[in-house]
């Protein structure tokens, strides 16, 4: 764990950090899984935008790990966007800064989330997962997460495979609070 690290709610003046963090870590971690022209063409302007979106949408969380200032990772999810996916909340994103991956600050981030979202024992939080991301599918497969669906996505004028996840609550299952 990386020590001085704080998860907290997100707030509208996050969304630039959050926006800039975004794009680094898609630049970094989906070169060579997503076309070069899309990554370079991602505009922190246009993710902020989206983020603050994402922070009003009734129902919805959205948090930081911080450090001081610095924002290092974030987490958002709440209603599902689609309900053919079949479950009542998603994760809508889960990223942590490139430099900081594999220390703890995504797990938790996801636990964070649970807390707010208030999930009960019966429920699942779904996420959506490019099919190459081995990092992203490896990390969910920690917390106790099972594939569920196959389906695709569709960024700039192509379509990625991508894979879902089903996530249980903490202590139903999951792994998020045993490791």
């Not at 990386?2 to 997100?10: L, S, Y």
């Not at 935008?49 to 958002?76: D, K, N, S, W, Y």
């Not at 099972?146 to 192509?158: E, H, I, K, S, Y």
């Amino acid at each position: 764990m990386t020590a001085g690290v704080h998860v907290r709610q997100g707030r509208a003046s996050d969304a630039d950090a959050v926006a800039r963090l975004l794009v680094r870590t898609w630049r970094t971690n989906y070169r060579g899984l997503v076309a070069d022209g899309f990554l370079d063409r991602l505009s922190s302007e246009e993710q902020a935008a989206r983020q603050l979106r994402l922070m009003t949408r009734p129902g919805a969380c959205h948090r930081v790990a911080v450090e001081g200032r610095t924002v290092l990772g974030f987490a958002c999810g709440g209603p599902a966007r689609d309900p053919a996916d079949r479950w009542r909340l998603e994760l809508y994103a889960l990223y942590v800064a490139p430099r900081l991956q594999g220390r703890g600050i995504g797990r938790r981030l996801l636990e964070a989330l649970w807390r707010d979202l208030g999930v009960q024992a019966a429920e699942e939080l779904g996420v959506w997962v490019l099919a190459g991301n081995d990092d992203a599918r490896a990390f969910y497969e920690r917390v106790g997460g099972r594939p569920r669906a196959a389906g695709w996505l569709d960024l700039g004028n192509r379509r990625y495979p991508q894979v879902s996840y089903v996530l249980d609550p903490p202590g139903v299952g999951s792994k998020i609070l045993a490791n």
